[in-house]
């Protein structure tokens, strides 16, 4: 399949222009080579093993997936090479052409997940390495739970996951790490409060160009939802049959202590 990308616009919400979705994730922008550096491939090996018990059993063969805020494409890719055809929906634009590298094969859409309209339906969607913890309220996250409803066939699957509000109860409230290389330098500070279930992520990073380095700083933002209200939103969208998986627990995935897939179905 001819991988293309394109803007979408006028889908009914104010936000889903061009000049707003640019605005929505310039900071993603800044941090897709980062993320395909050292993120992408590390967190799809574990996502796809984990399909292979609560997904992949339940697809027909040839099945197509949506994968919703695709980011730089590895999972994609992972997908395509077990015989799925993939269409990939990201806001940013850097993170679009780092997957159409990745994911040659992939259908590569930009457009806001709260927003999307697409012409297909989907056997499946999939939203992985906490994409949705970035959208910051429960309402705009039932809007993306009503979106992927709309882009299903009857009986479509919808699997995501999302670092829950449970992983501080046992853990550091503030926490980082660093990463240096030969060129480049990544330091991450981030915090956590429990009042507004923020976390604030503060990114430096360093680029050597040439001989001079160059600094960039951004801030992402995420927020933890209780597991009892994205249940209560996903049934809101119209999904039915929903359990919780904990990734930690049930398939030692040690990303995040906190992190739990979501598996429904539209009826």
Request: aromatic content about 10%; proline content about 2%; overall charge negative.
């Amino acid at each position: 399949m001819e991988s293309s990308t394109r803007d979408t616009k006028d889908t009914g919400d104010t936000r889903d222009t061009k000049e707003t979705v640019e605005e929505i994730y310039s900071e993603y922008d800044g941090f897709a080579w980062f993320y395909n550096r050292h993120w992408g491939e590390e967190f799809s090996r574990p996502v796809l093993a984990i399909f292979d018990s609560i997904l992949f059993p339940h697809l027909p063969a040839g099945a197509h997936i949506l994968d919703l805020c695709c980011g730089t494409g590895q999972l994609a890719a992972g997908l395509i090479a077990r015989g799925y055809r993939i269409t990939g929906i990201d806001g940013s634009q850097a993170m679009l052409e780092l997957a159409r590298l990745n994911a040659p094969e992939a259908q590569l859409v930009r457009a806001d997940a709260r927003a999307f309209e697409l012409h297909d339906t989907f056997d499946a969607v999939v939203s992985t390495f906490d994409s949705l913890n970035h959208v910051l309220s429960l309402e705009e996250l039932t809007e993306v739970f009503r979106r992927v409803h709309a882009a299903l066939h009857s009986d479509g699957i919808f699997v995501f996951d999302l670092n829950m509000e449970e992983e501080f109860e046992t853990g550091s409230r503030e926490s980082g790490f660093d990463i240096v290389e030969e060129d480049h330098a990544c330091m991450v500070r981030s915090r956590y409060d429990p009042r507004e279930k923020l976390k604030r992520y503060e990114v430096t990073m360093f680029n050597l160009d040439g001989e001079v380095w160059r600094r960039s700083d951004l801030t992402l933002r995420q927020r933890y939802y209780d597991s009892a209200d994205v249940v209560a939103a996903l049934a809101e969208a119209g999904f039915n049959r929903i359990s919780i998986h904990n990734a930690h627990r049930e398939y030692g995935l040690a990303l995040s202590d906190g992190r739990a897939f979501f598996l429904a179905r539209r009826p």
